[in-house]
C-alpha cells in the first residue's frame, strides 16, 4: 500500500563548480569593413590678417573646417568655407585672421 506523498523539501546546498569545458570551433571571418575617407594627416594653413582674410588649402587639398582670429570687441560677419580653403571678413580694429583645416586627399 502507498501512503500520501510528503511536502516538498527545502533547497539543497549548491553544488561545486564544474571542469571547464572543452574550446569552441573558431568563428566565421567577418566581413571586411568599408574603404577609409582616404585622407591625409590634417594641418592649420593661416590666411593674411585684415578686413577679409583667405586661407587657402594647398593644390590637392580638401578643407575640412576653418575659422578666424581676431580681437574680442572686434566684429566679424562671416567665417565660412569658400571651396578652396576658409573665409572671414569683418569691421575689425585689429583685423581678422581666417584659418583652413586641410588634408590631401589620398
Do not use: K
Not at 582616404?38 to 578686413?51: E, F, S
Request: glycine content about 26%; hydrophobic content about 35%.
Amino acid at each position: 500500500m502507498t501512503g500520501t506523498q510528503g511536502a516538498q523539501g527545502g533547497a539543497g546546498a549548491q553544488g561545486l563548480q564544474g571542469a571547464q569545458g572543452v574550446q569552441g570551433t573558431q568563428g566565421f571571418q567577418g566581413v571586411q569593413g568599408t574603404q577609409g575617407s582616404g585622407l591625409g594627416v590634417p594641418h592649420v594653413v593661416l590666411g593674411p590678417q585684415g578686413t577679409t582674410s583667405l586661407a587657402s588649402c594647398p593644390a590637392g587639398e580638401v578643407v575640412l573646417g576653418g575659422g578666424f582670429g581676431g580681437a574680442l570687441t572686434d566684429t566679424v560677419f562671416e567665417s565660412r568655407p569658400n571651396g578652396e580653403g576658409w573665409q572671414a571678413t569683418g569691421n575689425l580694429i585689429s583685423g581678422v585672421q581666417a584659418y583652413a583645416i586641410c588634408a590631401a586627399q589620398t
